[in-house]
């Protein structure tokens, strides 16, 4: 079993769920599910990505939960999923999909936002039934569909095969992360947050990043650094909003920038001006506010669209 994600006090402090479920895979993995908000309220599902839990949309339901149904589970092996020996792209989309049907009425649909991992999971999951049946639109966050551990700018060298080896060295380290200190918390905002971060937001990542398993984040590093979604993305035909941060290392723009040209049904890229990776944490309010005009058009209908390119 994954650890619990320590509670950092403030306003990323996990919000308690209305209820809490699980999920079970196709495979047989079993998945932590929480519900938030009226049970008859529009639905969200969101998908944090590597390392995190669902502790990483903490700001996103506080916000969301007084109008919305929002849903987020624990990926396989991170937050309280139990590990699993099967980690795929394909484990990642069965996931979802048991996620789906388990916590929406046949034929909802849903918003569903991906964050890094989380994004693609959704792109991994685009075409199959179950995700057809309940995605009216998407929201990707920091994310890309390939060449994943190339673009990466974790290491400060120019693009070439030396930097690509560091970069998969670094990402794919066994090495402990130990406990949540000044330095730690100032490694990982070099990682994977904005220069202009403020403390509170980097100690609230680092202590989920730190929360996850040393043996489940190498093995999904593996996964990350041979992941190929391309294909995935064009088939996510679904009304799909994508956002980034101009300052992020890990997914920098260029990968936002390929999955708007590659989609079908693209609503636009917001690229947010010294932001790093974690731009649900970093920017709370304008990833809520993208979630929340894509139920009011896709859902419920009572908003038009409002997500422009650089907004």
Same mark, same amino acid.
């Given at each position: ?25 196709? =495979?047989? !993995? ?16 969101? !998908? ?11 700001? %996103? ?13 624990? %990926? ?5 999923? #139990? ?11 069965? =996931?979802? *999909? ?6 929406? &009425?046949?034929?909802? %649909? ?14 991994? &999951? ?24 190339? *673009? ?42 904005? !220069? ?74 917001? *690229? ?9 944490? *970093?920017? #709370? ?27």
């Amino acid at each position: 079993m994954s650890r619990r994600t320590p509670a950092a006090p403030g306003p990323y402090t996990p919000p308690v769920p209305a209820r809490t479920l699980t999920a079970v895979s196709a =495979d047989g !993995a079993r998945l932590h599910v929480e519900v938030h908000g009226p049970e008859d309220a529009p639905a969200v599902v969101l !998908a944090h990505g590597w390392t995190c839990s669902t502790a990483f949309w903490a700001a %996103q339901i506080r916000d969301l939960a007084a109008a919305h149904r929002v849903i987020v589970y624990d %990926q396989r092996g991170h937050g309280r999923s #139990p590990a699993n020996p099967v980690c795929t792209t394909e484990a990642l989309a069965d =996931d979802l *999909e048991a996620v789906l049907a388990a916590t929406l &009425a046949p034929g909802e %649909q849903a918003v569903i936002a991906g964050h890094s991992m989380g994004g693609m999971t959704v792109m991994a &999951a685009a075409g199959r039934p179950g995700f057809e049946e309940h995605a009216a639109a998407v929201l990707l966050c920091s994310t890309g569909s390939s060449r994943l551990v190339a *673009e990466s700018r974790v290491v400060p060298l120019r693009a070439g095969r030396m930097r690509t080896w560091l970069t998969g060295r670094v990402l794919g380290s066994r090495a402990p992360l130990g406990p949540v200190t000044p330095v730690a918390m100032s490694v990982l905002k070099y990682a994977t947050m904005g !220069a202009g971060c403020a403390p509170d937001r980097v100690e609230a990542c680092a202590r989920i990043v730190h929360a996850c398993p040393r043996a489940v984040r190498h093995a999904w590093s593996k996964v990350l650094a041979t992941l190929d979604l391309d294909q995935g993305v064009r088939r996510l035909t679904v009304p799909t909003a994508v956002l980034c941060g101009t300052s992020d290392r890990l997914t920098p723009p260029v990968h936002a920038r390929a999955l708007a040209a590659a989609l079908p049904h693209c609503l636009g890229v917001t *690229e947010l001006t010294g932001v790093g990776h974690m731009t649900p944490v *970093e920017a #709370p309010e304008t990833v809520t506010g993208r979630i929340r005009a894509l139920v009011g058009t896709y859902v419920t209908g009572a908003a038009p669209v409002r997500i422009k390119e650089g907004a």
